[in-house]
């Protein structure tokens, strides 16, 4: 169990290092960001990198969303559930930390919403509270059935990653004007804590929303997609 946490930490660490780093550190570079687009790159990357790298060990969650959703779906261990949700959740702050410590040493450096997720006026479009959610559960959950799917044993070897951290890409195309893109608690948690905005005081909405969404991404594949077996 020790290799899985291990593997969980780091793998979340960078997660939240490449994702959060490419919004705070190059997006925001003075006409040389690379903008929406290539922190949701950025954010896919990290994910097919990892899940090459160590998801042979864990299972490449490296977000608790992810957790729930394959428990409920059967493919994980419940007792394992809140081991992997602490050492995902530690890593994501340990990476947010080592970003901040970078990020503080340019001059005039502010952290303002330090790549956080948020909602109203905290959400980059302004989007309302009705939106973020709606938009974070069905995200979370379209990424689950991504997730079981290309991880099932008919499906072709070797190319999970790859559709994971494409999955991931669009999902960040698609909400980072709503929400910034959480559909993971711990990524959420991490920035939060450093943001000097009242993020932390709509994180419960990207604990309640990623976690509502991989539980229902999880049983619509048990009940309506998963392949039968022979």
Known sequence: MSKKLAAEFFGTFWLVFGGCGSAVLAAAFPHLG???AGVALAF?????TMAYAVGGISGGHFNPAVTLGVAVAGRFAWRDVLPYWVAQVIGGIAAAAVLYTIASGAPGFEA?????????DLSPGHYGLASAALIEITLTAGFLIVILGSTHKL???GF???AIGLALTLIHLISIPVTNTSVNPARSTAAALFAHTDALGQLWLFWVAPLIGGAIGAILWK????PEPK
């Not at 009940?223 to 998963?226: E, F, G, M, Q, V």
């Open 44 to 48: 896919g990357l990290t994910v097919l």
């Open 155 to 157: 499906a072709p070897t």
């Open 34 to 36: 690379i903008g929406f």
């Open 160 to 162: 999970a990653p790859l």
């Open 223 to 226: 009940l309506l997609l998963a």
């Open 112 to 120: 303002g919403g330090f790549a956080s997720n948020g909602y109203g």
